[in-house]
């Protein structure tokens, strides 16, 4: 192999490893920043207990609605939530239930019941 045949194989290596950093770079920037916070996470739980009380008959529909807001803020006092920058967990403890949810990118997603 020639000389200059190993310099583009070089060259184009260290191309790509700076695209690679690049690229994983832009993509930390982006979890950081879209990182859920405790907030974001009531609102959430909030919003699925609505959503839950949909699917109930008028008179447990109407309670859930109405209490909605209060029991996220309940809810949401024994939620233990773990920074790790790019995401979070949330962990709650429900009837003798462990409850965990990462946050990613603005959103939430049941890991373990």
Known sequence: MSNRNV???LSLSLNIALLIFIFSLFLSVILI???PTQADFKNYIKKEI???AEN???VTRTFLKLFAAPSAWIFNLDVERTDYSLFSTY??????RDCTWIGI???FYLFEN
């Open 91 to 96: 962990h709650i403890r429900i009837e003798g």
């Open 50 to 52: 609505k959503i839950n």
């Open 56 to 58: 109930e008959d008028f």
């Open 33 to 35: 920043r879209t990182n």
């Open 7 to 9: 310099l583009l194989s």
């Open 105 to 107: 990118n603005g959103d």
